[in-house]
């Protein structure tokens, strides 16, 4: 018997402890609320994302013509400098072929610095828009009590008043209008 009252007093003792430590727990640790964002849809459809896209596709299409129009330039050099090999001395020939094969060179990095200039102006952009974007979802969630924000893409399944993309944007929108783009060379 007296092993049976020890056995007793130990588990009420524990399970004292138990509610004691978990009620003191659950003080500290707070309710959470979780809130889904679809990031991708934010960098699409914010006002000011659409307009740097915009912009920076004018500018993308005017590098790509002003490099076709050098292309051709050099293409008709070429076609030249060929014609000309039959009448040239072989040192003269010489000579403008280096020439030519330096302009290649310089288009070539030319080229690669223009493409990079736009990857460039993508990236500011999209940066711009992010550090943007946090203050708005810290109000967001200080405002709606939310402890948790995951990304859409890595979410299963959601109810739809779980998702703040609209609000997101809708202040984005009036936070961030616009975004400056230009092309520094």
Do not use: C
């Not at 959470?32 to 500018?59: G, M, P, Y």
Request: glycine share 0%; hydrophobic share 40%; no cysteine.
């Amino acid at each position: 018997m007296n092993y049976f009252k020890i056995i007793v007093k130990f588990t009420l003792s524990l399970s004292v402890y138990l509610t004691v430590i978990s009620s003191l727990y659950a003080e500290s640790y707070p309710n959470t609320s979780i809130a889904v964002l679809d990031l991708n849809r934010v960098l699409i459809e914010a006002k000011a994302a659409k307009e740097a896209a915009e912009k920076i596709d004018e500018i993308a299409k005017k590098i790509e013509e002003e490099l076709k129009i050098t292309e051709e330039d050099l293409v008709k050099e070429q076609s030249k400098l060929i014609e000309a090999q039959t009448i040239m001395a072989p040192e003269a020939f010489e000579s403008k072929r280096k020439e030519y094969e330096e302009k290649i060179q310089n288009f070539s990095v030319t080229r690669q610095q223009k493409l990079l200039s736009v990857e460039r102006l993508i990236e500011n952009s999209r940066n711009v828009i992010l550090d943007n974007l946090k203050p708005i979802l810290e109000d967001i969630s200080d405002n709606k009590g939310i402890t948790v924000l995951l990304e859409k893409s890595t979410v299963l399944l959601n109810a739809e008043t779980m998702d703040i993309t609209d609000l997101v944007i809708k202040s984005l929108n009036q936070e961030l209008p616009k975004i400056e783009v230009s092309l520094e060379e």
